[in-house]
């Protein structure tokens, strides 16, 4: 049995990954965590298990895995947590910035102990950066148009920034539009990595959307990939569960585990 903890279990997400774990045969649910819960246990599935508020409070190696859908701000500690306690980080929430990925990829080569950092469990939206990176080759030109729900905090979305840095990495980095275009509205042309805009939506009644646009001489290509219901998440959560000890060091991408 892969012992689990889910840090973040009130949350859509983690009531789902709780769900997931309670009805895979082969996982346990161990504990849970939110700082801001009053209680002192979870009694679900017909189990109950340990509530915990504080970080100081878990017990190390009280577990094989930390699930961790939580907050931005709150993330990249509690990875630093889970490593420090030797416990397999698989991180969900987006927000990690480059210089915390690197930090904690240090941490994770210190304690030994392998992670994985997810921008999305679902399997198309894997399948569509790969392609995207794919097609970068031929088309260079490109934009990220990425919706999704409307409480959603970050912007761009992890896997919008995701695919832009997979893009980066086969095509030479060059400005995109008019030599000097002018935004009459600021911000109307949308963020921009290593000369690739990303624009985000945010609307009621998306859930994870992403398109990549390609533009070239007399063509265009379109990439989408359309995320419905989160429980289309969880396929990708068992597998990265069941995967996370057979790779080294803390990795970024479902991918490494496909």
Not at 2 to 21: N, P
Not at 63 to 85: C, G, H, M, Q, R
């Amino acid at each position: 049995m892969i012992r689990i903890l889910v840090a973040g279990y009130k949350g859509k997400m983690g009531q789902q990954t709780v769900t997931m774990i309670l009805e895979h045969k082969d996982f346990e649910l161990v504990g849970v965590y939110d700082p801001h819960s009053a209680d002192s246990s979870l009694v679900t599935g017909g189990i109950e298990v340990p509530v915990y508020s504080q970080l100081t409070a878990i017990p190390d190696r009280c577990a094989d895995i930390w699930v961790d859908f939580t907050s931005p701000v709150a993330v990249y500690e509690n990875a630093k947590a889970a490593l420090v306690k030797k416990i397999h980080p698989l991180i969900g929430t987006t927000g990690l910035s480059d210089d915390q990925i690197t930090k904690l990829q240090g941490i994770a080569q210190a304690s030994d102990i392998s992670g994985l950092i997810v921008p999305n469990f679902g399997i198309s939206a894997v399948l569509l950066m790969e392609f995207a990176q794919q097609a970068a080759k031929y088309l260079p030109d490109v934009e990220i148009i990425e919706m999704h729900h409307d409480q959603k905090v970050d912007a761009p979305s992890g896997t919008a920034l995701n695919t832009a840095k997979k893009i980066a990495e086969v095509r030479q980095s060059h400005h995109q539009g008019a030599p000097n275009e002018k935004e009459t509205l600021k911000g109307v042309r949308g963020g921009e990595y290593d000369g690739i805009r990303l624009h985000a939506v945010r609307l009621p009644g998306y859930v994870a959307h992403e398109q990549v646009l390609f533009g070239g001489p007399g063509e265009a290509l379109t990439i989408r990939q359309d995320s419905f219901d989160r429980a289309s998440f969880m396929t990708g959560v068992a597998l990265a569960i069941e995967k996370i000890q057979t790779i080294s060091g803390l990795r970024v991408g479902l991918e490494n585990v496909l």
